[in-house]
C-alpha cells in the first residue's frame, strides 16, 4: 500500500514504515527489548547518541515527522547515522525496563519523566553514571516536546551531536546556525 504523501514532502528514497492506526516508524529504528539500560550500552558501544521518541497512535504531528521530516535524504542520513533512537507510545502498555531498572509500563514512564506531547523526542547523556539515577534532569540534555519544521528538526539533533547544550541554548545555537548561513551567503534550507 502506498503512503499518501504530505503536501510538505518532496519526491523521497525514505518512506516511513506504516504501523496501522496512523502510527508510523523508520526501519533503522533500534529493535529493543525495552531495557533503556541495555540499549543505553548499545548506543555507547556504536559511538552513537541515545534517543527515545515519543508517539501516539493518530497523532497528525508524528506522522508529518516521519513524511516530511525523515523522508529528507540530508535529515535521514544524518539521524541514522548519528543516533540510536527508541520508539516508544505515551499510551502503551508495553512493559519498559527503566534506566533504574525498575518496571514500567510505557503509559507509566511517560507521565514520571513528563512527557505529555507528541511527538517528544528526550535525547540522553552520553554520561552514564547520570542515566544510573533515572532523572531525567540528570540524563535527559535536550527535549523536542512537539514537532520541529525540518531544519529546526535538524539543528536539533546536531545541537546533540555537537554537545553544543554544553556552551549554549537551542535558541541562540538556532540564532547562529542562521547567521552562519548569513555569513557564509546562504539561505537557510527549506525543505
Not at 62 to 68: A, D, P, Y
Not at 124 to 132: E, K, S, V
Amino acid at each position: 500500500m502506498t503512503l499518501p504523501r504530505s503536501p510538505q514532502a518532496a519526491e523521497t528514497r525514505y518512506p516511513p514504515l506504516e504501523l496501522g492506526k496512523g502510527r508510523y516508524s523508520q526501519s533503522w529504528f533500534l529493535e529493543s527489548f525495552l531495557e533503556l539500560a541495555d540499549d543505553f550500552s548499545e548506543t555507547q558501544k556504536a559511538k552513537k547518541r541515545f534517543a527515545i521518541l515519543w508517539e501516539q497512535e493518530g497523532c497528525p504531528y508524528c506522522r508529518e515527522m516521519h513524511m516530511v521530516n525523515f523522508a529528507i535524504p540530508e535529515i535521514h542520513d544524518y539521524v541514522k547515522q548519528n543516533f540510536q533512537i527508541i520508539q516508544m507510545d505515551i499510551w502503551g502498555s508495553r512493559e519498559v525496563m527503566d534506566f533504574a531498572g525498575n518496571k514500567k509500563t510505557e503509559r507509566e514512564l511517560a507521565k514520571d519523566w513528563k512527557v505529555r506531547f507528541t511527538p517528544t523526542i528526550q535525547f540522553i547523556t552520553d554520561d552514564g553514571a547520570a542515566i544510573a539515577g533515572n532523572v531525567p534532569k540528570a540524563f535527559e540534555v535536550a527535549r523536542m516536546p512537539g514537532y520541529l519544521r525540518p531544519v529546526h528538526f535538524l539543528w536539533m539533533f546536531e545541537f546533540v551531536r555537537e554537545q553544543a547544550y554544553n556552551k549554549t541554548d537551542f535558541r541562540a545555537y538556532v540564532v547562529e546556525k542562521v547567521a552562519a548561513y548569513k555569513a557564509a551567503g546562504k539561505a537557510v534550507p527549506d525543505w
